[in-house]
């Protein structure tokens, strides 16, 4: 098989300034081992080559594979989780969180630069596999850009409560969001409409303006894919019955059903999937959210009444609080 029918040389990410790709040598089991398929994935002994986007272009046959299908999600959802549980499947090439997906977001690209990115993240190490990517949350904007025809994707989210509670028990995830806040706030006002002052904002109000942000992006790709493109899913139902919830993916995206389920057993669902050094399950993220819940409730609810105020008043926000409860 020839190399630009294999992911073997892998678009890392996109140079706009030169409009050139770096192409980055990978195995598949560099593959199954990257949490992230960006700079932290690269290693002083990384081979990558800078080449213009123009010969990666031409080097794309007309009848390549264009059959790669996504998950996206609204960050803190267990994404990783799933992914590398999808990619324990033979049939699954998992890609988690390109950069250049990252890069196109930023960016403005047309349909044929669309087509040919779709032709190269297709690629698999045998024609049995499919690929599968996990996007960073943001990319979703450009979902559906993304989603080839004949192509399905997983939506990803929480209920808020678990989603603000959850970012209030990680200084990490707290600085993140705050960082991103102001970003946030611009994309939600994109679907909404300029309705809302970041300034004076309280941190659960900020942390709720951003799962409407996230969960209105998810919204807006299922309505411009359709419903029987998307699967919507409730990490924290996902936790409740792994097993049954495995099998839905599976069947969902054309998957062994008996063999997906048997991940719910899996030594992953015992471990932190972005540091599998680490333990963490269920009942570990349970004990998290309910110490957050004790120490944040008065955050957690200032951020529960920003949405149902900014439910009343836009529709868009209305919509994501109808789809996480439909979805749990």
Aim: charged content about 25%; hydrophobic content about 50%.
């Amino acid at each position: 098989m020839s190399a630009a029918a294999t992911p073997h040389w892998f678009p890392q990410r996109f140079d706009a300034a030169s409009d050139s790709v770096l192409l980055v040598e990978r195995s598949e089991a560099d593959f199954r081992a990257a949490a992230f398929l960006d700079e932290r994935s690269l290693t002083p002994d990384s081979v990558s080559h800078l080449v213009p986007w123009a010969t990666v272009a031409g080097a794309v046959p007309p009848h390549a594979r264009r059959d790669i299908q996504y998950i996206f999600h609204i960050g803190h959802v267990g994404s990783t989780l799933i992914a590398r549980l999808l990619g324990e499947l033979p049939e699954v090439l998992a890609l988690r969180e390109p950069q250049i997906l990252r890069d196109v977001a930023h960016g403005a690209w047309d349909a044929a630069r669309f087509d040919v990115l779709t032709a190269l993240l297709s690629r698999t190490f045998r024609p049995e596999q499919r690929a599968m990517a996990k996007a960073t949350s943001f990319v979703s904007e450009i979902a559906a850009e993304l989603v080839p025809t004949g192509s399905r994707t997983l939506l990803l989210c929480a209920s808020a409560e678990n989603y603000i509670a959850n970012i209030l028990a990680g200084p990490n995830s707290r600085h993140e969001l705050a960082a991103t806040a102001g970003e946030r706030l611009a994309r939600l006002h994109r679907r909404a409409g300029e309705r809302w002052e970041l300034a004076g904002l309280s941190e659960g109000e900020i942390i709720a303006m951003a799962w409407a942000c996230e969960t209105s992006s998810l919204a807006q790709a299922a309505d411009r894919l359709g419903t029987e493109r998307v699967m919507w899913l409730d990490f924290d139902a996902f936790l409740a019955e792994p097993a049954a919830s495995l099998a839905r993916l599976a069947e969902f995206f054309g998957l062994d059903a008996v063999a997906a389920q048997a991940l719910a057993t899996h030594p992953l669902m015992g471990r932190y999937s972005k540091a599998p050094e680490y333990e963490y399950d269920a009942a570990l993220r349970e004990e998290v959210l309910a110490e957050a819940r004790r120490e944040h409730g008065a955050a957690i609810a200032d951020g529960l009444r920003w949405l149902e105020r900014a439910a009343a008043e836009s529709d868009v926000v209305a919509r994501c609080l109808d789809a996480a409860a439909a979805a749990s």
